[in-house]
């Protein structure tokens, strides 16, 4: 590293806080300019509709050049070709429209993050800002034209990286590594499966890559969206603040069962019905269900027409119906294409006795007529997607003949509901049962395709939830991101191929990120104990930070866990950062009731925007998130609460950023 002598430091110092002064004013007057056409889009526009739709864009950019004060506007700067380059979270220009911030996902900026000694890209100095709560504190200089390269070794880039946090995930623009940078900017018709060991940054990755192919591709992801699928509501509040601290703000965030939530959920389901609804064989089962429907036409179509009759005999009713199915149409695509072919038999009688084409008028009248109606009822039955489903759980008979060959018959025992609803709309539908209701819509219509899904923690995906991420993501790319070794659900993954088959992307490659940037090495390196007894192929995590802290506290009986607990959390109190209580579900409400007893406020980790930095976790909803000081409560008690404990385990003692406490009565679990 090189530094300038201590006035030219001064001075440069001054210089880039003047800038920075400098491009938060003129971003404040690109907003005002916003505004100010916002405020008089009607007067602009020549229409209503024309309003409206100025309005909403204009409104979108608005929003788009909010400014955070506690945010640097700008983190690098690039010396190129004689020109700098300051490079920031969006693009900023003086009045003349110069700019004065390059935004990161701007091609030139790629050289921020990729230039290196080796292959400097026409780099002559990189330099890196220090920031305190926006303020700018200092800089680093890496003159790459000089064979000068800090790389992970920068002072900057490492306080960022290891920098406390409390709240929500924050973007990681300033630190994202050449290897990340690859993955953000691959190509939006390409789609990738990132194996992320823990503190990895493959969320990050995952989510600036929806970022950068909104930049890149505008107008066309802005037709057909971008879609955020996360594990649970906890995950989805975490990374809520990221895509707008990115100047996007219309990307869809959904877990999966509130992305197939068509109906209320009332009903509940064995464990061992729970297992069959997420198997991928229950997609035939009701794709036989569906297509059974079909009969022979028998009767010929006979319709009075005026003075006129038409007759269509059951021969050419045959042709019409099978000529759809072979079509391998969507069910209800398929039905109105049999009506329109019916009506079309029709109208070519009628123009050859009378000589005159019929209009419009007479062609919806012919596709509603009772006979025509009662051919398709009988031919080519309608169907809702929850009558399907609530005929095949509650028809045994139905169940048999669409399950055979597929599920054994003590399986299909499992799936009959005891009690039949009067009507569908009654039916009392459970979680997994969604996913079959969603199985049966994309039989019937054709889902909407995202034109970009990024999936986070992918290894929990059964395949029939990854069979309703695929028909929401048909015509676009997918964005994978996951560790096997933190697989939980009871379908969890083994193999990522498995999962890219169900999700229709079965050439997508998979890509690991092995080299943790969060997670210290001593934290890292007792969780890698976990791995041999995880039944996975994973390479073990390695991790840059020396800089964590791990305390086994193990007491005498389960009278002393709580104290010792509390204990640990005043420690880490003393230091920045947040704290998280992680514990099994069921030892939650103790461990809340010891700390408030405590005078300590803790909170949920659905309040992000609490100032508690105490947030207590049960132990199945921790997965994605990281705090900077992790107490874990009763190992044991967490293996013991489900059959992939030692999987739940692993996801647990990875959540540390910092420190890390492993309080105890019980014995540890062997592989510790």
Not at 171 to 194: F, G, H, K, N, Y
């Amino acid at each position: 590293m090189t530094l300038p002598a201590h006035t030219d430091l001064d001075d440069d110092l001054a210089a880039e806080r003047r800038h920075l002064v400098d491009s938060r004013a003129a971003l404040g007057r690109m907003r005002g300019r916003a505004e100010s056409l916002f405020s008089s889009a009607s007067d602009v526009a020549g229409d209503p509709f024309a309003a409206e739709t100025l309005g909403r864009a204009l409104m979108r950019r608005v929003a788009d050049l909010a400014d955070d004060p506690t945010t640097p506007l700008f983190f690098g700067k690039l010396d190129v070709a004689e020109t700098v380059y300051h490079i920031g979270r969006r693009h900023v220009t003086d009045d003349a429209g110069e700019p004065m911030v390059l935004d990161w996902r701007a091609p030139l900026s790629q050289s921020f993050y990729q230039a290196s000694v080796k292959d400097p890209q026409g780099v002559a100095v990189r330099r890196r800002f220090g920031f305190v709560k926006g303020e700018l504190t200092s800089f680093e200089d890496e003159h790459l034209d000089r064979g000068e390269e800090l790389g992970t070794s920068s002072r900057i880039l490492t306080a960022e990286i290891e920098r406390p946090r409390v709240g929500p995930m924050r973007d990681i623009v300033a630190t994202i590594q050449p290897e990340q940078d690859e993955l953000v900017r691959a190509d939006l018709e390409t789609s990738i499966c990132v194996q992320g060991a823990p503190g990895t940054g493959k969320t990050a990755v995952g989510l600036h890559r929806a970022a950068f192919l909104l930049y890149a591709h505008r107008e066309r992801l802005r037709r057909t969206g971008v879609l955020i699928i996360g594990p649970n509501t906890a995950f989805l509040s975490y990374i809520s603040a990221v895509l707008p601290a990115l100047g996007e703000v219309e990307v869809k965030q959904s877990t999966v069962d509130g992305l197939i939530s068509r109906v209320p959920v009332k009903g509940l389901d064995s464990e061992a019905a729970v297992l069959l609804k997420h198997d991928p064989r229950m997609a035939a089962v009701l794709h036989r269900a569906l297509w059974g429907r079909l009969a022979e036409p028998t009767v010929p179509i006979m319709v009075s027409d005026g003075s006129y009759r038409w007759r269509i005999d059951t021969e050419p009713l045959r042709r019409i119906v099978d000529e759809a199915r072979r079509e391998d149409l969507p069910y209800a695509v398929g039905r109105d294409r049999v009506r329109a072919r019916v009506v079309a038999l029709l109208q070519r009688q009628s123009e050859y006795r009378t000589g005159n084409s019929p209009n419009e008028t007479w062609l919806k009248k012919m596709a509603k007529i009772a006979a025509v109606r009662e051919f398709l009822d009988a031919a080519w039955p309608a169907v809702t997607p929850e009558a399907l489903v609530v005929d095949l759980l509650t028809d045994a008979d139905l169940l048999a003949a669409s399950a055979e060959g597929i599920l054994t018959a003590e399986e299909q025992a499992t799936l009959v509901w005891a009690k039949v609803p009067k009507t569908a709309k009654s039916a009392r539908f459970s979680a997994a049962d969604l996913l079959l209701l969603d199985e049966a819509a994309g039989l019937l219509e054709r889902e909407s395709s995202f034109g970009h899904v990024v999936v986070d923690e992918a290894q929990d995906l059964s395949p029939m939830q990854a069979r309703a991420i695929a028909r929401r993501s048909e015509h676009g790319s997918i964005t994978l991101l996951g560790d096997l070794a933190q697989g939980t659900a009871p379908w969890a993954a083994a193999r990522w191929q498995d999962t890219l088959e169900h999700l229709g992307k079965a050439g997508a490659a998979v890509v690991p990120l092995t080299v943790g940037f969060r997670v210290p090495d001593v934290v890292v390196a007792l969780a890698n104990k976990l791995l041999p007894a995880l039944g996975v192929d994973v390479p073990e995590a390695v991790s840059l930070r020396r800089d964590g802290d791990l305390a086994m506290v193990a007491v005498h009986d389960a009278a002393e866990v709580d104290a010792a607990m509390l204990v640990e959390v005043t420690a880490a109190l003393e230091h920045e950062g947040s704290v998280a209580v992680i514990a099994a579900d069921a030892s939650v409400e103790r461990v809340r009731a010891h700390l408030r007893a405590a005078g300590l406020e803790a909170a949920t980790p659905e309040d992000v925007d609490s100032e508690a930095r105490v947030t207590v976790v049960p132990a199945t909803i921790v997965k994605g998130l990281e705090y900077d000081h992790v107490v874990v409560v009763e190992p044991a008690e967490i293996v013991a609460a489900e059959p992939r404990g030692l999987h739940r385990l692993y996801v647990v003692l990875t959540r540390a950023v910092s420190g890390l406490s492993v309080v105890h009565a019980e014995p540890l679990p062997s592989p510790l």
